[in-house]
């Protein structure tokens, strides 16, 4: 089982900054750990559904983000700490949601189903 542990979410005004963090343990069923894992960031508005945000493979090095979050967001990743980020600069009060980060096996996808395990989320409400 892959443990994932999302921190750093909070309340912050429209244009601020925060920085989300995943701390990842475990392994899954097939014995990959962090370093062989694509991770991603989901977000869910309340009374939406959930929406992919960003991802990142563990080779190769492929990133994805949804249109709306470009040249806001950043994900990025530690394998020597275990540790998926995502840097978000000039927030709005669209981008409030709980925040979630997930792993696969699948090199790149923006799909959720896709991805096995998840982390229990952290809040980020941007205020107008």
């Known amino acids: 089982q892959v443990q994932l542990v999302e921190t750093g979410g909070g309340l912050v005004q429209t244009g601020g900054s925060l920085r989300l963090s995943c701390a990842a343990s475990?392994?899954?069923?097939?014995?990959?750990?962090?370093?062989?894992?694509?991770m991603a960031w989901f977000r869910q508005a309340a009374g939406k559904e959930r929406e992919f945000v960003a991802s990142i493979s563990w080779i190769g090095g492929n990133i994805t983000y949804i249109d709306s979050v470009k040249g806001r967001f950043t994900i990025s990743r530690d394998n020597a700490k275990d540790t998926l980020y995502l840097q978000m600069h000039a927030l709005k009060p669209e981008d409030t949601a709980a925040y979630y980060c997930?792993?696969?096996?699948?090199?790149?996808?923006?799909?959720?189903?896709?991805?096995?395990?998840w982390g229990q989320g952290t809040q980020v409400t941007v205020s107008s």
């Open positions: 997930a792993s696969t096996n699948i090199l790149i996808t923006s799909k959720s189903d896709d991805y096995v395990y």
């Open positions: 475990g392994r899954t069923r097939s014995g990959r750990t962090f370093d062989k894992l694509t």
